[in-house]
């Protein structure tokens, strides 16, 4: 993920509007090596995106990832827009129930 302006570090970051602004003129933008989105399976909803984020004491906090976040990210495939190397047809058949799979 990665942040450009002052309210965007001091939101995401969790530090004073003081550091936020040093940040911000330090860079174009920061990359927080910390947090990332990544999409998880679950067999009663499906695909689920996640916002991970690794704490100063080492764990792992998620929640679910906001329209929003994709803006702070680079090459994260995007859930709303198809990939374009899929045919129309294979992208249909993929999204269709089969009792097969079950």
């Not at 969790?14 to 933008?29: D, E, V």
């Amino acid at each position: 993920m990665f942040y450009q302006d002052i309210s965007e570090l001091k939101k995401n970051l969790g530090i004073t509007r003081k550091k936020a602004s040093f940040l911000a003129t330090q860079n174009s933008a920061y990359v927080d090596r910390n947090a990332w989105l990544e999409e998880f399976f679950c067999e009663e909803h499906g695909t689920i995106w996640m916002r991970l984020s690794k704490q100063a004491d080492g764990t792992l906090a998620a929640i679910p990832a906001k329209r929003s976040d994709w803006k702070s990210t680079t090459r994260t495939i995007d859930p709303e827009i198809p990939n374009p190397s899929v045919s129309e047809f294979s992208y249909h058949m993929s999204r269709r129930a089969s009792t097969q799979l079950v």
